[in-house]
């Protein structure tokens, strides 16, 4: 079993939809949980921290789920500009191996 | 700059040269990560530091693969014997403690 599991997608949304995503991820103990965005041929780019009472930046939602060890990203009213890829990021606890990286989720919003 | 800063932005070498990438975190980071992604892959983890401490060698996925860094600051990534498989975009990232990481543009590197 995967570290850390996406669905890959990919993900064709209208302009103005709400669109979630979820990643699960093998290590209960795990402790950081993080959503990054990845443009085509671009460095990926740090979107929210995920904390235990789930946050919220604009459009964005995040929410974990210790009990089932997943977490989720939610975007409403998707935008032109959101069409990426979306990595979901664990830092698991006592591992030496930071920042493990989900395959990530395709996303594309249609005009 | 501000940022995680990565160096060639692009280097093309031909097949069995050594190339050197190099990456300067953002300063006062205490941690640093090398990555690999192939055109069209996902993140492979090649190599983590992490203040003094002895790095995470484990991704490493050769021994023409090796890295340094000293102290809190630049890191350098040496492929020896460069293979054509070798080629992909190398990214840098750093980061402070357990937080988030930031990465640089990354290095394209193409093995002819």
């Known amino acids: 079993r995967k570290e850390v599991e996406q669905d890959p997608g990919p993900f064709n949304v209208p302009e103005g939809a709400t669109v979630a995503f979820n990643c699960t991820y093998s290590n209960s103990a795990s402790q950081s949980f993080f959503w990054y965005r990845q443009d085509c041929r671009k460095e990926p780019k740090l979107l929210m921290s995920?904390?235990?009472s789930g946050n919220e930046d604009g459009r964005f939602t995040a929410q974990l789920n210790r009990a089932s060890q997943y977490i989720s990203l939610l975007i409403r009213d998707s935008k032109l500009s959101d069409s990426a890829t979306y990595l979901c990021?664990?830092?698991?606890?006592?591992?030496?191996?930071?920042?493990?990286f989900g395959s990530g989720t395709q996303l594309t919003v249609l005009p | 700059g501000a940022g995680v800063s990565q160096s060639p932005s692009n280097k093309v070498t031909e097949k069995g040269k050594d190339v050197e990438l190099r990456c300067d975190p953002i300063?006062?980071?205490?941690?640093l990560y090398w990555y690999r992604q192939r055109l069209g892959q996902g993140l492979e983890f090649l190599i983590y530091f992490q203040g003094n401490s002895a790095p995470d060698k484990s991704g490493l996925p050769s021994d023409r693969f090796s890295a340094e860094r000293t102290g809190e600051s630049v890191s350098t990534l040496t492929i020896q014997r460069t293979q054509q498989e070798d080629s992909a975009v190398y990214l840098c990232?750093?980061?402070?403690?357990?937080?988030?990481?930031?990465f640089g543009q990354g290095t394209r590197l193409t093995v002819v």
């Open positions: 990232a750093s980061s402070l403690n357990r937080q988030g990481a930031f």
């Open positions: 990021v664990v830092i698991p606890s006592g591992s030496a191996r930071q920042l493990t």
């Open positions: 995920v904390y235990s």
């Open positions: 300063s006062g980071h205490t941690a």
